[in-house]
């Protein structure tokens, strides 16, 4: 595996289950990010990870919890969603923090029914 | 805050013609700024970026954008689109915190034949 990685692609929840969001980056960075990606919003940033350190959290409700074991894993915990979380879930990592390039996974497409 | 700002959400061209797409940005000094474009279904992939130097970037795929402070501009062009080109196009600037990126709402390329 290459780049950045992110599991499950697509997955479908109701608004009672709990799940969870993986990404694995193979590029030997020390920051992880989670973005949100709703239609016709521009990217959203939820959580910055720098050396397995949460180092910034914008605003984001409770029922998104991050984890980051380590510098090459990152997890997005999920629980009684609300339909208006449906949306693409993009992990990124990079070098460093400042103005380094990050780098995207595919993403993980979320339905909340 | 920084920000960017997409002027077209839409764009049209035919296959061989040129392109350009808009960016403007909000900061009040020099920006750390970045193209990153998103097939449908993927991730984002960086183009090109700008921190210093030589105001025309070249980037991959024959991308080059060129940083003008004058207009606090950072437009994305290419000479001769291919079809392939057909994408999403986001041009994101650098936050105060200097991990997260602040994206613009992206601009949506639909090449012709």
């Known amino acids: 595996e290459t780049g950045v990685t992110q599991t499950p692609r697509h997955l479908v929840m109701g608004m009672t289950n709990k799940k969870s969001l993986k990404c694995e980056q193979h590029?030997?960075?020390?920051?992880m990010y989670w973005y949100k990606q709703s239609a016709k919003k521009p990217l959203e940033l939820m959580f910055v990870?720098?050396?397995?350190?949460?180092?910034e959290n914008n605003s984001v409700p409770s029922r998104f919890s991050p984890e980051c074991p380590n510098s090459s894993h990152l997890f997005l915990h999920l629980h009684t969603l609300q339909p208006e979380d449906s949306a693409l879930y993009l992990c990124?990592?990079?070098?460093?923090?400042?103005?380094?390039?990050?780098?995207f996974g595919p993403g993980t497409r979320l339905t909340v029914l | 805050a920084q920000s960017v700002t997409q002027p077209d959400i839409h764009i049209t061209v035919s296959e061989g013609a040129s392109l350009e797409l808009r960016c403007n940005y909000s900061?009040?000094?020099?920006?750390?700024l970045f193209w990153y474009v998103q097939s449908p279904g993927q991730g984002l992939q960086l183009l090109l970026k700008?921190?210093?130097?030589?105001?025309l970037v070249q980037g991959i795929k024959g991308f080059e954008a060129e940083f003008k402070r004058s207009q606090s501009s950072f437009n994305l062009r290419k000479p001769s689109v291919h079809w392939s080109d057909a994408a999403e196009y986001f041009c994101?600037?650098?936050?105060?915190?200097?991990?997260?990126?602040?994206f613009g709402k992206g601009t949506s390329l639909l090449v012709t034949p």
């Open positions: 990870y720098s050396l397995e350190e949460r180092v």
């Open positions: 700008y921190f210093s130097g030589d105001t």
């Open positions: 994101a600037v650098r936050s105060n915190s200097g991990y997260a990126l602040n």
């Open positions: 990124a990592s990079s070098q460093g923090g400042w103005g380094d390039t990050q780098y």
């Open positions: 900061y009040g000094a020099t920006p750390y």
């Open positions: 590029l030997g960075h020390n920051a």
